[in-house]
């Protein structure tokens, strides 16, 4: 009986822990990245599976199809808005290589909705 009961909190406890990504690359230089199209661009071909990736990349890509099916629910404030920026920054500034991570991560438009709601919010 004890063990079931250890085994419940145990259970609870994890389930009530709020999840969230690492915030680690928080203070990632963003404004640095959109405003440098060679830069944006290769960071694109790493999302994409097509070129190198720094260890910044390598994090983000590994965040990117949870964060789009969350709409960002697990991201933080500032992850919020360094995503934002970043959108944008390939949107504008490269709006083909915008489509073919929009291909790659929502082949079907599923996540769409969720992803532009989020897009378009102000928190």
């Given at each position: ?8 909190l ?43 990736c ?20 697990k ?49």
């Open positions: 009986m004890k063990s079931i009961l250890v085994l419940c145990l259970v609870a406890a994890v389930s009530c822990r709020p999840e969230s990504y690492d915030t680690r690359y928080d203070n990632f230089d963003v404004e640095a990245l959109v405003g440098n199209v060679r830069l944006l661009t290769a960071y694109g071909h790493c999302f994409l599976g097509n070129g190198p720094t260890p910044e990349g390598s994090a983000f890509k590994k965040t990117i199809p949870d964060a789009l099916r969350t709409g960002c629910g991201c933080s404030p500032k992850q919020r808005h360094l995503i934002r920026v970043v959108v944008q920054g390939f949107q504008n500034k490269t709006p083909a290589l915008w489509q073919d991570l929009v291909k790659k991560q929502d082949p079907n438009g599923q996540y769409k909705e969720i992803f532009t709601r989020f897009l378009n919010g102000r928190d």
